[in-house]
């Protein structure tokens, strides 16, 4: 049973029992719960809140977890989130077609807004690439097709992006 009110599928590592080595290819998600009446947070010094939940939901520690050729259609909130400390992972050849909020977000955690790597948990060392977004924040107006605060090091290259209310692409603070 998913513990976030629009997730459909959810990972979760355990300090200590990281989650590794997961592909998620070829599915396709849709019509999961809308979250703009939910609870959100400021996640860092950014103007940004968010609701920290998507329907396809990765929170670390988790490592080398592969999201491609999916299709993510009218899913109610946000659509795809690595939270907290996930690394070395993919997200490529993906569709996002009419995203309630965000397409794909990196979210960590810290102590303050201070995102330096040891800091907190953060999103690191990741792929977002070759992936199409058509039309994001069907509910919410605050959103983007890639949102990134409290991350490091993530490559986003090659994607198309359009149709949004507010901003194609994010960087929420001046962390790494």
Known sequence: VAANRNSAIEVRGEPGKPVSNIVFSGITITQTATTFMETYEVPSGGDW????????????????????????????????????????????NNSFVNIGESAVLMVGSSKLVNATRGAGRIPSRNTIANNLVDTVG??????????????????????VFFNGPRAGVNFNDGGP
Request: hydrophobic letters at 40%.
């Open 49 to 92: 809140a968010l609701y920290r939940g998507s329907a396809l939901f990765v929170d670390g520690p988790a490592d080398q977890i592969e999201v491609s050729n999916c299709m993510f259609d009218q899913v109610g909130g946000n659509a795809l989130m690595f939270s907290n400390d996930v690394s070395n992972s993919r997200i490529v």
């Open 138 to 159: 069907v509910f919410g107006k605050q959103t983007s097709a890639y949102f990134k605060s409290l991350s490091d090091s993530n490559i986003l290259r090659d994607n």
